[in-house]
Nanobody
């Protein structure tokens, strides 16, 4: 299995940008598909973005399309989420997930998760 640690969250104003990082250890990172999910209080964990191990495929939730960009650096065993034009509704705990499988828009497909990093956007 793989251990994941998210970082980069914080308190920002609407319209600002933030870059989240997820560092992986314990398993060969290049063989993992990675995803970002978020969870707001009282809501289910929802899909944000995903990327395959080779970066040949990326997927975004409609709510973040055009504003967020997922990328990865396999040499650093790290996946990133660049978040631009942040909105108050982006406020949530953001989680990084890893899987060797498919169905990357579903949280149940991911077997490993980080502890999450809080993103708070004030309007």
């Amino acid at each position: 299995q793989v251990q994941l640690v998210e970082s980069g969250g914080g308190l920002v104003q609407a319209g600002d940008s933030l870059r989240l990082s997820c560092a992986a250890s314990g398993r060969t990172f290049s063989g993992l598909n990675m995803g970002w999910f978020r969870q707001a209080p009282g809501k289910e964990r929802e899909f944000v973005a995903a990327i395959t191990w080779s970066s040949t495929y990326t997927k975004y939730a409609d709510s973040v399309k055009g504003r967020f960009t997922i990328s990865r650096d396999n040499a650093k065993s790290t996946v990133y989420l660049q978040m631009n034009s942040l909105k108050a509704e982006d406020t949530a705990v953001y989680f990084c997930g890893a899987t060797t499988g498919w169905g990357l828009t579903a949280a149940r497909a991911f077997g490993s998760w980080g502890q999450g990093t809080q993103v708070t956007v004030s309007s």
